[in-house]
């Protein structure tokens, strides 16, 4: 089979991937003209625009995935195609559990895969992910480990109190006051800076 009608196609589809100008694959295409006998995929790597582990996934990989659809968690194809490294994915996943956030928004926040490189993965291998929040629905515990727990539920509890504080004693009628002494003293207006605010 001719190289062009595979090479072509990688050129759009990088392009697509948000990992190719179109000024870049314009000149790719020049430079092939001048040298027929090197591919896309080599002339990229020549200069420096994508890197061999993305020519390769999306050369060999990703015609396949297109078909067939995946059948590892997205990230796993951020590795594949050299997108990003192990230890950036361990990262990721570490993150993940603290930040509530899909591993792809987090990469995009990290600056290490462009949103519309991140879109075209999910539009093409998960489009039931692609509409969805960035947010992960996490499942409530009671063990008090998440965000559920006695601890966090308390400070809201606490914060709650401090902000009803003021209007319940404002609400209240002010009422003669029939028992004296030093032990009964009315409480001090609460200050507005010491409220811890939560928003």
């Known amino acids: ?3 062009q009608p595979k090479t072509r196609p990688l050129g759009e589809v990088l392009q697509r991937a948000g990992l190719l100008s179109q000024a870049q694959l314009e000149v790719v295409l020049e430079d092939q003209k001048w040298q027929p006998d ?3 995929g080599d002339i990229l790597e020549l200069r420096g625009w994508v890197k061999r582990d993305a020519i390769d996934f999306f050369a060999e990989q990703w015609p396949k995935l297109a078909k067939v659809g ?6 796993y194809y951020f590795q594949q195609a ?3 490294n192990a230890q950036q994915v361990d990262a990721l ?3 993940q559990a603290q930040a509530g956030l899909r591993i792809g928004a987090l990469a995009v926040l990290h600056g290490w895969l462009s949103q519309e490189t991140l879109d075209w993965f999910l539009r093409s ?3 039931e992910e692609f509409a969805s929040s960035a947010f992960i629905k996490r499942k409530q515990s009671n063990n008090g480990d998440g965000p559920s727990g006695p601890v966090f539920d308390h400070r809201i509890s606490q914060a709650g109190e401090a902000r009803s504080k003021p209007q319940a004693t404002q609400a209240q009628p002010s009422q003669p006051k029939t ?3 030093p032990q009964f003293k009315e409480p001090p207006e609460p200050n507005l800076d010491d409220i811890a605010w939560v928003d």
Request: glycine letters at 12%; a neutral charge.
């Open 1 to 3: 089979m001719p190289a």
């Open 38 to 40: 090197l591919r896309i």
């Open 70 to 75: 995946r059948d590892h968690p997205i990230g």
């Open 82 to 84: 050299g997108l990003l």
């Open 93 to 95: 996943l570490q993150e």
């Open 125 to 127: 291998l998960a489009p």
């Open 179 to 181: 028992v004296t002494g």
